[in-house]
């Protein structure tokens, strides 16, 4: 399951303007793909989503991500408006897509 969800997002990410998120199970996937992405370190266990989100955008310290996949998944994730409790399934979502996001460090090249 959380395959089809990373893939999700960045099927989203695809569209121009992106597809919005359907779930909060993609707005955690997408907390830890924007993560590992930037550099971040795995992201701390919040009691909602909209708190971790909160906390992702203090760690960014207003950099922006230079990879238009990430800057769109970021964009889809600040937009989202469901707000769910943080379980350890969710954080598992989380673990994910930091785990399978294959670039670190902010930009590419």
Do not use: H, W
């Amino acid at each position: 399951m959380s395959y089809i969800i990373k893939m999700a997002l960045d099927i989203k990410a695809g569209f121009e303007p992106p597809a919005p998120m359907s779930s909060p199970i993609e707005g955690y996937c997408a907390i830890g793909t924007v993560s590992k992405n930037m550099g971040l370190p795995m992201p701390e266990k919040k009691d909602t989503l909209f708190e971790m989100r909160e906390q992702l955008t203090a760690d960014l310290a207003g950099r922006e991500p230079e990879e238009g996949r990430i800057r769109k998944i970021l964009q889809i994730l600040l937009n989202f408006i469901r707000n769910a409790d943080t379980t350890d399934q969710m954080m598992e979502y989380v673990a994910y897509g930091y785990e399978q996001e294959s670039f670190q460090g902010g930009k590419k090249g």
